[in-house]
């Protein structure tokens, strides 16, 4: 998630715990609600992840890439 990353200001250890909405859905469960919003797109896809910071939410746009548990994930992006 280079692009929010650099949109939101957050260092990448915050962003999963600094995510509240993806696709228009509310984040409870990172884990559970990424597999889910992620199984309803293509890789390619592009996907809004709304973030809070400083008391504020700021949305940021993603292309869905893939990702292998045993190798991580395959972008171009940092």
Do not use: C, Q, W
Not at 12 to 24: F, I, K, Q, T, Y
Not at 59 to 72: K, T
Request: aromatic residues 10%; hydrophobic residues 40%; without cysteine.
């Amino acid at each position: 998630m280079g692009r929010p990353r650099r949109a939101t200001g957050l260092p990448r250890e915050e962003l999963a715990r600094s995510a509240v909405r993806a696709d228009g859905f509310d984040i409870g469960n990172i884990e559970f609600d990424f597999k889910f919003i992620a199984a309803r797109h293509r890789i390619g896809d592009p996907v809004e992840f709304v973030f809070s910071k400083d008391g504020r939410e700021i949305a940021a746009r993603e292309a869905l890439v893939p990702y292998y548990a045993d190798r991580g994930l395959r972008s171009s992006i940092s």
